[in-house]
């Protein structure tokens, strides 16, 4: 799996997660045993219950793994003054309808566009990594293309 970026209080978040995932697996594999004690196992809801919910957390915890496992942490980049770039937060302006829009680039396990926070994988994203400010770029988005003004970069992370 290639790079994964993220924030150090993302990864932090990552390793909490793991950790409640873990305690939940240990307590289901209890409930298994449990289960599988009570006799007949084709007609026994509960063990098939509780093995449905550890397949589940099973692949959560593997998908977590494998995220910390190939994490690169964005905090540990070196900010480029002026340049659009993951971990930036980017101020810009729709050149068509002149509104200002703000984000900042993220991994994608961390991207909540309702918080201001898109992924670096976005169209939108892709379109702007590596420009610099005042730059104007026509980028390619799923509504059709737009062209977008660079007003500013800073470090958003």
Sequence with gaps: ??????????????????????????????????????????????????????????????????????????????????????????????KASKEEFEWTLVGPAESDPLSGRISVNAPLAQGLLGHKVGEEVSVDLPAGKKLFKILETAPGV
Excluded: C, P, W
């Design 1 to 94: 799996m290639a790079e994964t970026y993220i924030t150090r209080a993302g990864y932090q978040k990552l390793q909490e997660d793991l950790k409640e995932l873990k305690s939940q697996k240990k307590g289901l594999s209890h409930d298994i045993d449990e289960a599988r004690q009570k006799g007949d196992l084709k007609e026994n809801a509960e063990y098939h219950s509780a093995k449905e919910k550890l397949g589940e957390i099973m692949g959560r915890i593997a998908k977590i793994e494998d995220q910390l496992s190939n994490a690169r942490m964005i905090d540990d980049l070196k900010f480029k003054t002026g340049e659009v770039q993951i971990g930036a937060r980017v101020k810009l302006q729709e």
